[in-house]
């Protein structure tokens, strides 16, 4: 499933960098169109870059399967609705209504407790680099490119199996999933922030 997922990211990916050149020649019709009618130009420009965008974020959101990003895709989706297609009051008010929402849910549930209480759920081809921004954990940079990396470095020679747990630095790593020996989901958790919830 997750190696599916990954091929659909790359499929997506490509798709919005094959459509780099639709941008310039939206952009070439835009600045050659007299100013009167220029502005169904600039929305047909405005709708193609933020498409991508969204594509982009739905690429991301397939590789690294955490909340976030689910949340990050449905804020742009619905600001590109809004910029390009709302012309009503009333759809106007759903809309902010909408990002309100969202901005509420990323804020007052989201962080701090779905994923600083659970972990963030992160697929084992995620950098090293990206946890630690992610999770906000210090995870050795050096010991392996990827999370999963760190996880067949940690575990040695020893079989990888679902549910096994490991630490390092401040951070624990649970394995969510393994396809043929190699791990392909990890939820992360910040020993530091847990330590935290734990005393108080």
Do not use: C, W
């Not at 939206?26 to 405005?46: D, K």
């Not at 390009?84 to 804020?107: C, K, Q, S």
């Not at 995870?139 to 990827?146: F, M, R």
């Amino acid at each position: 499933m997750l190696f599916m997922e990954n091929i659909l990211a790359g499929v997506i990916v490509l798709a919005v960098v094959a459509s780099a050149a639709d941008v310039y020649g939206l952009f070439l019709n835009l600045i050659r169109t007299p100013a009167p009618q220029a502005y169904t130009e600039l929305e047909a420009f405005l709708a193609h870059v933020l498409l991508m965008v969204v594509g982009l974020e739905l690429a991301l959101m397939l590789i690294r399967h955490t909340p976030g990003s689910v949340i990050e895709v449905m804020l742009y989706a619905v600001a590109r609705k809004m910029l390009l297609y709302t012309t009503r009051a009333y759809e106007i008010a759903v809309g902010v209504a909408a990002l309100a929402g969202l901005f509420a849910i990323r804020r007052f549930l989201f962080v701090s407790r779905m994923e600083e209480l659970e972990g963030y759920v992160l697929s084992a081809a995620t950098p090293v680099k990206d946890v630690n921004r992610i999770v906000g954990v210090h995870i050795p940079e050096d010991l392996a490119k990827t999370i999963g990396g760190v996880v067949a470095e940690l575990a040695g020679e020893a079989p990888i199996n679902r549910y096994d747990t490991f630490k390092i630095a401040d951070a624990e790593i649970e394995v969510l999933a393994v396809e043929g020996g190699v791990v392909e989901k990890v939820r992360i958790v910040d020993l530091s922030h847990k330590h935290r919830r734990d005393v108080g």
